[in-house]
């Protein structure tokens, strides 16, 4: 698997990985990957990360049902984050988040107040995904 060497992985064996909807271009969610998550995402067509909380891998969606198809693999100039362009499913709209929401870059910071506010809504009720 020699693509998998040209990966720079940190020093824990990991990438950033950032999953970007293909229709909208909206991002929507950042996580890691390790060298298997990244050959199972290949392999299944479906992303796959490495949970650092749990160290062990996480197919998104596994709880949820919130799975992400992948159409492309991409890995920026300097070969240190892998970007996946995805078809959310299991909703609609798609739910990224485990808040319920689309993407999880859902609040923005107020230049003004210096304060951070929820800008995108809460699509399903986190407890109703997660039992």
């Given at each position: 698997?020699?693509?998998?060497?040209?990966?720079?992985?940190?020093?824990?064996?990991?990438?950033?990985?950032?999953?970007?909807?293909?229709?909208?271009?909206?991002?929507?969610?950042?996580?890691?990957?390790?060298?298997?998550?990244?050959?199972?995402?290949?392999?299944?067509?479906?992303?796959?990360?490495?949970?650092?909380?749990?160290?062990?891998?996480?197919h998104k969606g596994e709880e949820s049902?919130?799975?992400?198809?992948?159409?492309?693999?991409?890995?920026?100039c300097d070969a240190d984050v892998v970007?996946?362009?995805?078809?959310?499913?299991?909703?609609?709209?798609?739910?990224?988040?485990?808040?319920?929401?689309?993407?999880?870059?859902?609040?923005?910071?107020?230049?003004?107040?210096?304060?951070?506010?929820?800008?995108?809504p809460v699509l399903k009720d986190p407890?109703?995904?997660?039992?």
């Open positions: 698997m020699d693509w998998l060497d040209e990966v720079k992985w940190d020093r824990d064996g990991l990438v950033p990985a950032i999953a970007q909807e293909a229709s909208s271009g909206d991002v929507l969610m950042f996580a890691w990957m390790n060298r298997e998550s990244l050959a199972l995402t290949l392999q299944r067509g479906e992303a796959v990360y490495w949970s650092r909380s749990r160290q062990r891998l996480w049902g919130h799975v992400q198809q992948v159409h492309e693999i991409r890995l920026d970007l996946l362009k995805v078809t959310q499913r299991g909703h609609e709209p798609g739910i990224a988040c485990h808040t319920g929401r689309h993407s999880c870059f859902y609040r923005r910071l107020d230049r003004d107040s210096g304060a951070w506010s929820a800008v995108d407890e109703s995904i997660y039992k």
